[in-house]
């Protein structure tokens, strides 16, 4: 065969020839007729996230964890402690979504009375004159289930064989959550953190708390009582990424089981940190909104 027809025979067989990539993506990951990004996007939606496993079966998901967003001003504005206090110096209302899920109004269902005693509460906020009216939080009182895991600073999860852990720096806070189906202490004992009982739902950490002290649920004077039932479901998406939600059932106060949402993410370079603090510790913006006599 002469010299160019060689070539010519040997460029029409490499034309003709399939590439290294189309084999295997037609015959092994895709059927016939589909679109291969379609395909990836199925995939990746259907196939949850597969964590590293623990010797005790749990999802090791071990670390720093902290609020997207985080602040704990009020629960139907979460706005952050910089835009509160430029809110309180300005005058200027800034609007943020609300981390109430359910009812869908992103209201929360108070009672009448209730509707009342957060009112008070947030006027006495604003203008404190007893140290009753300072929110608990910013006296060094443990904010308790579920408001820790709104607020900025960090927690930390360890897991040990057959319980989670969650520990924040902020207050000194620990909480120790049991999965081995224990059943709740007696209904007499109320403890800061609550009583919480947890098991997995595939990547999703159910935990359910009862035994709770009455607490602030915000600066603004959200508040439950003694009597809530609170359901948290921490699902982790990946990684880097866990989405909060807490269901409170409190009959003496609400009209009906609300749902709260936080989105959380990991915070690799983050530490645990001592954190001090001192009774009657007012944030800057009650300080300034407070009477120049009444400041010590």
Not at 141 to 154: D, E, K, N
Not at 178 to 198: A, F, I, T, Y
Request: hydrophobic fraction near 35%; charge should be negative; glycine fraction near 8%.
């Amino acid at each position: 065969m002469r010299p160019e027809r060689l070539i010519v025979a040997l460029g029409i067989g490499a034309a003709l020839a399939p590439t290294p990539m189309s084999t295997p993506m037609s015959t092994t990951v895709h059927g016939a007729g589909q679109e291969p990004r379609a395909a990836g996007r199925q995939t990746a939606v259907a196939r949850p996230w597969p964590p590293t496993r623990l010797p005790d079966g749990q999802p090791d998901v071990q670390g720093m964890w902290g609020a997207v967003s985080g602040g704990s001003t009020s629960l139907t504005n979460p706005v952050s402690g910089g835009e509160d206090f430029e809110r309180r110096v300005k005058g200027v209302e800034v609007r943020v979504p609300s981390r109430i899920i359910d009812p869908p109004d992103g209201q929360l269902p108070y009672q009448p009375w209730a509707a009342a005693r957060q009112k008070q509460q947030a006027s006495d906020y604003d203008r404190p004159t007893k140290p009753e009216h300072i929110d608990p939080q910013h006296r060094c009182l443990v904010s308790g289930v579920p408001r820790l895991y709104t607020i900025v600073p960090a927690f930390k999860i360890i897991q040990p064989p057959g319980s989670i852990v969650f520990i924040w720096d902020e207050y000194h806070a620990y909480r120790v959550v049991p999965l081995d189906g224990r059943p709740h202490v007696g209904p007499n004992l109320k403890l800061w953190m609550g009583d919480g009982r947890g098991h997995w739902e595939g990547n999703t950490l159910v935990i359910d708390t009862t035994n709770v002290r009455g607490a602030r649920l915000s600066y603004t004077g959200d508040f439950h009582t003694d009597n809530a039932h609170i359901v948290e479901r921490l699902t982790f998406v990946d990684a880097d990424h866990m989405t909060y939600e807490a269901t409170v059932d409190d009959p003496a106060v609400f009209t009906r089981p609300w749902t709260m949402r936080v989105a959380e993410r990991r915070r690799p370079d983050d530490e645990m940190w001592e954190t001090a603090c001192y009774d009657g510790n007012m944030p800057p913006d009650t300080w300034l909104l407070t009477p120049a006599a009444d400041r010590r």
